[in-house]
């Protein structure tokens, strides 16, 4: 077909592919600070480069991507006291995705994926889509959601990744992994001579608020950006799309 990408085709084109049986992947994603070096646009651009390269492989089209999301909490993303970082109420998001979801259903579409990259969307993306199907007794759809983009990796790849130690994933915000990704994706909006080292002085299990600044790191990255390499980023981005096709694919068959 002449393009995955559902914002650049017709709606003639949109009705061939429902027609085709195809199914719809929704990216959702962010506008959050992602520390000195890495652009606002991170949570929303890797789900949907990832969407765009699974569709061919799981026989889906790829919707725009919802680029706002849940509020930024300051130990997984630093919190609302960056500039730049735009985020929604819980309730409009659930509504907004609950909206998109049942459009989709209205057009014609079975099989929907939700795929999410920013970690406070979780749950309300559930929320979301059982609420869309009925409460989930629409046996019409089938949505696939995953409010979290994996689970982990084998061995070989976490000790090439992380030779020193794993220093857990809620560290990795504006860190090596995501500034691996995006040297991989888009090298050109990483400024990688910025990338510093950094994180909270504080990293309990809970939060306050008011947000304390005991909690939330200076420059906005959570552990060690300076570690990312391109070569690290290309072994993530095919660690990933070897996890997720086959899910995508068996859920759908």
Same mark, same amino acid.
């Given at each position: 077909?002449?393009?995955?990408?559902?914002?650049?085709?017709?709606?003639?084109?949109? =009705?061939?592919?429902?027609?085709?049986?195809?199914?719809?992947?929704?990216?959702?994603?962010?506008?959050?600070?992602?520390?000195?070096?890495?652009?606002?646009?991170?949570?929303?651009?890797?789900?949907?480069?990832?969407?765009?390269?699974? %569709?061919?492989?799981?026989?889906?089209?790829?919707?725009?991507?919802?680029?706002?999301?849940?509020?930024?909490?300051?130990?997984?993303?630093?919190?609302?006291?960056?500039?730049?970082?735009?985020?929604?109420?819980?309730?409009?998001?659930?509504?907004?995705?609950?909206?998109?979801?049942?459009? /989709?259903?209205?057009?014609?579409?079975?099989?929907?994926?939700? /795929? =999410?990259?920013?970690?406070? =969307?979780?749950?309300?993306?559930?929320? #979301?889509?059982?609420? #869309?199907?009925?409460?989930?007794? =629409?046996?019409? *759809?089938?949505?696939?959601?995953?409010?979290?983009? &994996?689970?982990?990796?084998?061995?070989?790849?976490?000790? &090439?990744?992380?030779?020193?130690?794993?220093?857990?994933?809620?560290?990795?915000?504006?860190?090596?992994?995501?500034?691996?990704?995006?040297?991989?994706?888009?090298?050109?909006? *990483?400024?990688?001579?910025?990338? *510093?080292?950094?994180?909270? %002085?504080?990293?309990? &299990?809970?939060?306050?608020?008011?947000?304390?600044?005991?909690?939330?790191?200076?420059?906005?990255?959570?552990?060690? %950006?300076?570690? %990312?390499?391109?070569?690290?980023?290309?072994?993530?981005?095919?660690?990933?799309?070897?996890?997720?096709?086959?899910?995508?694919?068996?859920?759908?068959?």
């Amino acid at each position: 077909m002449r393009t995955r990408k559902m914002w650049e085709m017709t709606w003639a084109e949109v =009705n061939h592919a429902i027609k085709d049986d195809m199914g719809i992947m929704l990216p959702v994603g962010s506008v959050e600070q992602h520390g000195l070096h890495l652009p606002l646009s991170t949570d929303f651009l890797i789900p949907t480069e990832l969407c765009l390269e699974m %569709a061919d492989q799981v026989n889906m089209i790829v919707a725009p991507p919802i680029t706002y999301g849940t509020h930024s909490r300051p130990l997984s993303g630093g919190g609302q006291t960056f500039v730049g970082t735009t985020s929604i109420r819980a309730i409009t998001f659930i509504n907004q995705v609950e909206d998109i979801i049942r459009e /989709f259903i209205r057009q014609g579409f079975k099989k929907i994926v939700l /795929f =999410n990259w920013h970690m406070e =969307n979780s749950h309300f993306l559930y929320e #979301a889509a059982f609420t #869309a199907t009925d409460r989930g007794t =629409n046996k019409d *759809v089938k949505v696939l959601v995953m409010e979290t983009p &994996f689970s982990s990796f084998d061995e070989d790849t976490m000790n &090439f990744l992380y030779p020193d130690g794993f220093p857990g994933w809620g560290l990795e915000h504006a860190a090596m992994f995501e500034t691996s990704i995006m040297m991989h994706i888009a090298p050109e909006l *990483v400024q990688f001579d910025l990338a *510093v080292d950094d994180g909270p %002085a504080e990293n309990p &299990f809970y939060d306050v608020i008011p947000i304390d600044e005991r909690f939330v790191a200076k420059s906005g990255s959570l552990w060690k %950006a300076s570690l %990312a390499t391109k070569e690290k980023g290309e072994r993530i981005w095919r660690e990933l799309l070897k996890e997720l096709v086959p899910i995508v694919k068996n859920e759908f068959r």
